[in-house]
């Protein structure tokens, strides 16, 4: 069974930064998610297990960057330029397998979500 921690979320002023972490009990393929209320779950970045391969939403192309510290079990998502349209709860998920893929229901394991909000 994998476990996943998300730590990093907090309140942050429009054009700030955040980096949220994810601590990984495994070496999986690895993708963030976020969820705004009454939103669905949306895909927001994606590392495959060596880092060789990293792939974004449109949405948060230029601005977010993904990567991992495999010595640490540990992914990170890097927010540069936050909007308040980045509000949400992120989760970082974990997939069995060498490929990347932006759809959830492909994803084995979740971590418990941690909250970023930007302020206006």
């Known amino acids: 069974q994998v476990q996943l921690v998300e730590s990093g979320g907090g309140l942050v002023q429009a054009g700030g930064s955040l980096r949220l972490s994810c601590a990984a009990s495994?070496?999986?393929?690895m993708g963030w998610f976020r969820q705004a209320p009454g939103k669905e779950r949306e895909f927001v970045a994606a590392?495959?297990?060596?880092?060789?391969?990293?792939y974004y939403a449109d949405s948060v192309k230029g601005r977010f960057t993904i990567s991992r510290d495999n010595a640490k079990n540990t992914v990170y998502l890097q927010m540069n330029s936050l909007k308040p349209e980045d509000t949400a709860v992120y989760y970082c998920?974990?997939?069995?397998?060498?490929?990347?893929?932006?759809?959830?229901?492909?994803?084995?394991?979740w971590g418990q979500g941690t909250q970023v909000t930007v302020s206006s």
């Open positions: 495994g070496r999986y393929a």
């Open positions: 590392v495959t297990r060596y880092a060789r391969t990293t």
């Open positions: 998920a974990a997939r069995a397998s060498l490929l990347l893929t932006t759809a959830s229901y492909e994803y084995d394991y």
